[in-house]
């Protein structure tokens, strides 16, 4: 839904929020599924698309520490 309503209104702040808030909550409950790696790419396309360098560098690295658990 998140994904969806960001194509259709293109509101990088909304789903920058949005998909921050999703990730914290991962985090927070220890979920490292396949789940979470499509969220962290997902954040990592759309942070690139925007330029934006720092959300961009988090999602990487994040998702670097999940490839290397599967």
């Known amino acids: 839904m998140v994904l969806r309503k960001y194509r259709e209104n293109n509101d990088y702040g909304y789903i920058r929020d949005q998909l921050k808030s999703?990730?914290?909550?991962?985090v927070v409950q220890h979920i490292k599924t396949d789940f979470t790696i499509i969220v962290y790419e997902?954040?990592?396309?759309i942070s690139i698309e925007n330029n934006d360098l720092s959300d961009y560098n988090?999602?990487?690295?994040?998702?670097?520490n999940l490839y290397s658990t599967k």
């Not at 999703?22 to 991962?26: F, M, S």
């Not at 997902?42 to 396309?45: C, D, K, S, W, Y």
């Not at 988090?58 to 670097?64: P, R, V, Y």
């Open 22 to 26: 999703i990730r914290q909550d991962l």
């Open 42 to 45: 997902e954040n990592a396309r």
């Open 58 to 64: 988090q999602c990487a690295a994040q998702l670097k």
